[in-house]
């Protein structure tokens, strides 16, 4: 249950009149409450017009039944309807999340709607003075007796409707038929792992639907129905990986890679199982694992400190990580066109979970700058043992995908750094804070480049959904907005169609508070993109795809050593 600070309103209620004078002088009156008092037996409807209020009184009346448009008070937090003749209450009740306190102190009332389990942020249920059944009784009178009560409603309550309707299949273009392509299906999900999903957090879902042995099943779903070709989660726990994730989608002709959290390492082998981190799945049939990497946040924050307090103290002591698996694309894939793909086709797919919490605008910046940059070494690192004898020794050769739950909106400096390719010293999401002299390590130039007063990457990148294609990919009560994505190279590829976002008005009509939900098992909505990937045409002065290096070279001594530490490399 939320445990916000809540003031209810003044028992000594102190009215006002406004005189001729003030109004006549355009004095504003404004008023939040109403009481309706004089032993009143019904209610006028334009009462149901004054969706402003936060407190309504309608206590002490002579009232027999509440109409159900009373739920068009969404901004109600105080509802006191005691000591009337109610009844009975409209299911519509239920709508109304935003109360906090709620009485029905010395009506006529032998039972309540299950509907009442809705109002997740209810303190104060009164109930006193009804002729309400044994069983209601016995819960309410027990130690938190008001929370029990609402949650064995809201477990008890009938799912409707029946099912969700079919998110829509959006065709943005058709194949080129006149070069040999690759065409790929992408999906970027976090799941929601078992651990965060507590009453607490969700406490508008019933707990029954919020159980990872209910949830799981639900996932998969989502998941095996979309049958993607390459599958990037977030959330996903050491456990379920290998006893759910992983045994599931190998029957069905996948590999994945996956790591926890830093925090791993720290904690006793039976809570490793839980630790959650990101994983990646790939159809063995169209790519071939190369190579494997994970990139620890932390450790790349101690390597690049440069004696930065604010990068140790607010950087370092976050434990996301990022994963990465470079591909090989089956040849077989690539069709249309007049000859076959001669030439060895790799790609490199990221899969990352940022820092989630909003006042930490500069930690998720900068933990996207250093994902950034390590993929650019693991790029270099890749094209570089390709190079002995082969065509294809440019790093721009090997494109990239990258799926994230960034827990950053699209005005941010995290989407403005990965779509327009850097940001500016002084963007306003660093919080002024020093982290000038480290921020250097991860920008295209390097330490001793010319910086121009911005952190740059060399990677072309572009997000597959626009910016107002999906109203929101996490949908919660308290937070509605995009903050998953899927990148990829822009030269190198394009999105042909994409999974679109759920009706928006089902979800209004459907009075559904937030996610998870009975029938939506995460509080985030996948994303599932259609991309083709043209094959890579060398040019010594042409570099076209993914990513755009100096001419020169850096010796290979020298090349990574501020991010060696960070990498773990399986070859």
């Known amino acids: 249950m939320p445990k916000e600070k809540y003031d209810p309103p003044d028992p000594r209620r102190c009215y006002t009149i406004m005189s001729a004078e003030e109004a006549a002088n355009g004095k504003k009156s404004y008023w939040a409450e109403l009481e309706i008092s004089g032993r009143v037996r019904s209610l006028s409807s334009s009462l149901w017009t004054l969706t402003h209020l936060t407190a309504l009184h309608i206590n002490d009346n002579n009232l027999t039944r509440i109409p159900p448009d009373i739920s068009k008070l969404p901004n109600l937090v105080y509802l006191n309807l005691s000591s009337n003749k109610l009844r009975s209450l409209p299911a519509e009740l239920g709508n109304m999340v935003s109360l906090r306190e709620l009485l029905l102190n010395n009506n006529l009332l032998r039972v309540l709607p299950y509907e009442l389990g809705r109002l997740f942020q209810l303190q104060t249920l009164g109930l006193k003075g009804n002729p309400l059944s044994?069983?209601?009784?016995?819960?309410?009178?027990?130690?938190?007796?008001?929370?029990?009560?609402?949650?064995?409603?809201?477990?008890?309550?009938?799912?409707?409707?029946?099912?969700?309707p079919q998110r829509p299949w959006i065709t943005l273009k058709e194949r080129d038929q006149m070069i040999p392509t690759a065409v790929?299906?992408?999906?970027?999900?976090?799941?929601?792992?078992?651990?965060?999903?507590?009453?607490?957090?969700?406490?508008?879902?019933?707990?029954?639907?919020?159980?990872w042995e209910y949830r799981k099943k639900g996932i998969m779903e989502d998941i095996t129905s979309c049958d993607a070709d390459i599958i990037s989660l977030q959330e996903v726990e050491t456990e379920q990986y290998y006893t759910l994730f992983l045994e599931t989608l190998k029957g069905r002709g996948y590999d994945g890679y996956f790591c926890p959290k830093s925090r791993a390492k720290l904690v006793s082998e039976q809570e490793r199982k839980h630790v959650d981190g990101c994983a990646v799945f790939f159809k063995t049939e169209k790519f071939s694992l190369v190579q494997k990497h994970t990139v620890e946040f932390n450790q790349v924050a101690m390597a690049n400190s440069e004696g930065s307090e604010v990068m140790l103290n607010r950087v370092m002591t976050k434990d996301n990580i990022g994963v990465a698996v470079l591909l090989e694309v089956n040849k077989e894939m690539f069709s249309g066109g007049m000859k076959p793909l001669q030439e060895r086709q790799l790609i490199l797919v990221a899969n990352a979970h940022m820092h989630w919490d909003p006042e930490y605008s500069d930690v998720k910046l900068i933990q996207t700058m250093m994902f950034l940059s390590e993929l650019k070494s693991i790029a270099e690192r890749a094209s570089g043992?390709?190079?002995?004898?082969?065509?294809?020794?440019?790093?721009?050769?090997?494109?990239?995908?990258?799926?994230?739950d960034l827990n950053s909106l699209p005005d941010s400096g995290v989407v403005e750094y990965l779509s327009n390719g850097g940001v500016?010293?002084?963007?306003?999401?660093?919080?002024?804070?020093?982290?000038?002299?480290?921020?250097?390590?991860?920008?295209?130039?390097g330490k001793n480049g010319n910086s121009d007063g911005s952190i740059t990457h060399n990677f072309q990148l572009k997000s597959a959904y626009d910016s107002n294609l999906m109203p929101y990919t996490n949908y919660t009560y308290d937070f509605k907005g995009v903050i998953d994505y899927i990148f990829f190279s822009k030269t190198h590829m394009s999105v042909l169609g994409l999974m679109g976002p759920l009706d928006s008005q089902w979800l209004v009509d459907n009075n559904i508070t937030g996610c998870p939900h009975p029938h939506i098992p995460s509080d985030h909505f996948s994303l599932l993109a259609q991309l083709e990937l043209q094959p890579h045409l060398p040019h010594p002065l042409n570099p076209l795809n993914g990513l755009h290096l100096p001419v020169h070279r850096v010796p290979a001594r020298h090349r990574h050593q501020n991010c060696s530490s960070a990498m773990i490399l399986h070859r």
């Open 424 to 445: 500016a010293e002084n963007h306003k999401d660093f919080k002024e804070l020093r982290y000038n002299e480290c921020l250097t390590n991860f920008s295209c130039n």
């Open 184 to 211: 790929f299906t992408v999906m970027c999900y976090n799941v929601l792992c078992d651990k965060y999903a507590t009453r607490q957090l969700y406490g508008y879902c019933p707990s029954w639907a919020l159980n």
């Open 385 to 404: 043992s390709m190079a002995t004898g082969s065509p294809t020794s440019d790093p721009s050769s090997i494109p990239i995908v990258l799926c994230a």
């Open 134 to 164: 044994q069983d209601i009784l016995n819960l309410y009178q027990e130690p938190d007796g008001t929370r029990k009560l609402l949650n064995y409603m809201l477990d008890n309550l009938a799912v409707h409707p029946e099912q969700l």
